[in-house]
């Protein structure tokens, strides 16, 4: 039987409570392929705290009764660091109104229950609510299809994103570092950007 999820829209000092919590919940949700996180708990809590102190930035929570099980994260991309807004510069775009959706987790065992779907639309709205944004983005690692630990059964998100409006856009490339599973330390890791307009 599948549990009914409700959503949740929060922004500023109202996100502090669920700092720790959000912090557990990305560092277990990112172990899995693609993007084998091995996570650190005090760069997940400074990392959260952007979203408590940047403009305009939001937090949508999955909850399942009051237990928090996922979790995305939006901001406008004049407020993100200079390796995110970087390949927008370089390709000739305003960053002033592209909305800039971080990441989405969810516990695996609550999956196909429509939370992607929510969590785009609420993200977007809250994008629309701000105004000035036309356009809304998000990156996605690049993992070769022949990675040793890539999933037999592992299905890459293009198709989902595609029917949220999505377009990918290869001249949007970057690189992030982080330690893999295993690793001894930071590598770059291959980053391509997706992105729609808001109507």
Known sequence: MMTRLTFRRLSGEALHP???????????????????YEGDPDYETRYLQTYTEAPHSVIVLALEGDRVVGASTGLPL????????????????????????GESVLLAEYRGQGAGVAFFQQREAHAREIGGMTRSCFCA???????????????????????????????????????DLGEAQETLKPMTFWMKSLP
Do not use: N
Not at 21 to 36: G, I, K, N, S, T
């Open 141 to 179: 690692v690049e993992r070769p299809a022949t990675h040793p630990a890539r999933p037999a059964t592992y299905q890459p998100l293009d198709q989902f994103w595609h029917h949220r409006g999505y377009e990918k856009h290869p001249e949007l490339a970057t690189h992030f570092s982080w330690r």
């Open 18 to 36: 669920f700092i720790p919590e959000l912090a557990r919940l990305r560092m277990q949700v990112f172990r899995d392929f693609p993007y084998l």
């Open 78 to 101: 004049c407020h993100e660091t200079a390796d995110v807004q970087r390949p927008f510069h370089e390709a000739g775009y305003s960053i002033d109104d592209i909305f800039y959706c």
